[in-house]
C-alpha cells in the first residue's frame, strides 16, 4: 500500500514538472528548450556579464593616468620675498616633508652665478650672486596638495603664469640656469664675470695707477676680465685705456 502511494506521488511530480515545462516552451515560441541551447544561454551570460566588467577596466586606466599627472615634475618659477630667497627655500622643503609630499617635489634653488670680485688692495675672490632676486625654482608636481603647501609657505607670493594657473620654465631656460649655477669644477667652460659697478658713459675719476687723477668716459666693460676701457683726453686727442674697474670711481 505504501510503495503504491510513493509511486503515485512520484508520478504526480514528475507530471507537474512536465506540465510546468510546457507551459515555459509555449511561452518561448512553442517548442521545449534543449540541455544544449541552456548551455548556449549560460554561456551568452556568463559572456555578457564579461562585457560588463570592461567599463570598470576603463575607469582604472583613466585613474592611472590622471596619477601619472599629478606625479609629473616641472620645474616652475615662484616669487618670494627679496633677500629671503634661501630661507623661504628651506621652509618649503621642511612643509613638503612634513607632509609627506616628497614625491612630488624635487629641487628647490635659488639661482646663482659665480662672480669676480676684487677688494680695494687688487685681490681678486668668487662669490655666488643672485641672478633673480625675488625668485626661486622648483621642481615639483602640480595637484591639491602641493598647490596648498606651497600657498601656505611664509614669504612666497605667487607661481608665474597667466591666467592664475602656473607656467612651467621652457626647457632651454632651466638647462641655461642651471649650468650657470653649477660650480666651476663642474663648469669649467663656465665665464666668471666680476661685478663692476659702472655703465658705459659714466664719468670716471682714476683713484691710484698710472693714470691717477685723470677723468674719462666709460666706453666699455669687460665682466670677464674685470676691466673697464676708459675714454681720456690726452694731447687733445681721445685715448682708449684698458684699467681695472677697482682703479676707477664714479664722479657726482
Known amino acids: 500500500?505504501?510503495?503504491?502511494?510513493?509511486?503515485?506521488?512520484?508520478?504526480?511530480?514528475?507530471?507537474?514538472?512536465?506540465?510546468?515545462?510546457?507551459?515555459?516552451?509555449?511561452?518561448?515560441?512553442?517548442?521545449?528548450?534543449?540541455?544544449?541551447?541552456?548551455?548556449?544561454?549560460?554561456?551568452?551570460?556568463?559572456?555578457?556579464?564579461?562585457?560588463?566588467?570592461?567599463?570598470?577596466?576603463?575607469?582604472?586606466?583613466?585613474?592611472?593616468?590622471?596619477?601619472?599627472?599629478?606625479?609629473?615634475?616641472?620645474?616652475?618659477?615662484?616669487?618670494?620675498?627679496?633677500?629671503?630667497e634661501d630661507s623661504i627655500r628651506q621652509a618649503l622643503q621642511r612643509r613638503y616633508l612634513r607632509d609627506g609630499l616628497e614625491r612630488y617635489f624635487g629641487d628647490v634653488i635659488v639661482p646663482t652665478e659665480d662672480v669676480a670680485e676684487f677688494t680695494k688692495s687688487g685681490k681678486r675672490r668668487i662669490v655666488k650672486r643672485k641672478l633673480y632676486p625675488g625668485y626661486i625654482m622648483v621642481h615639483m608636481a602640480i595637484n591639491d596638495d602641493t598647490w596648498f603647501v606651497v600657498r601656505e609657505t611664509p614669504g612666497i607670493g605667487d607661481f608665474t603664469g597667466s591666467g592664475g594657473r602656473p607656467t612651467p620654465m621652457d626647457a632651454v631656460d632651466v638647462e641655461r640656469i642651471l649650468k650657470v649655477g653649477k660650480p666651476e669644477e663642474e663648469a669649467a667652460d663656465a665665464t666668471v664675470r666680476a661685478a663692476i659697478p659702472f655703465a658705459p658713459n659714466d664719468q670716471i675719476r682714476v683713484k691710484e695707477g698710472n693714470f691717477q687723477n685723470f677723468e674719462g668716459t666709460v666706453e666699455t666693460i669687460d665682466e670677464a676680465k674685470g676691466h673697464v676701457t676708459v675714454l681720456f683726453s690726452i694731447f687733445g686727442r681721445p685715448t682708449p685705456v684698458e684699467l681695472p674697474h677697482w682703479q676707477i670711481e664714479k664722479l657726482d
Do not use: F
Open 1 to 84: 500500500m505504501d510503495e503504491a502511494v510513493d509511486s503515485a506521488a512520484a508520478a504526480e511530480s514528475s507530471l507537474g514538472v512536465a506540465e510546468g515545462g510546457d507551459s515555459a516552451s509555449l511561452e518561448a515560441g512553442g517548442n521545449p528548450v534543449s540541455e544544449e541551447e541552456v548551455g548556449e544561454g549560460e554561456v551568452r551570460q556568463e559572456g555578457s556579464s564579461h562585457d560588463e566588467d570592461v567599463e570598470p577596466l576603463e575607469l582604472d586606466l583613466e585613474t592611472e593616468t590622471e596619477d601619472e599627472d599629478e606625479n609629473k615634475k616641472q620645474w616652475y618659477i615662484l616669487k618670494v620675498q627679496v633677500n629671503r
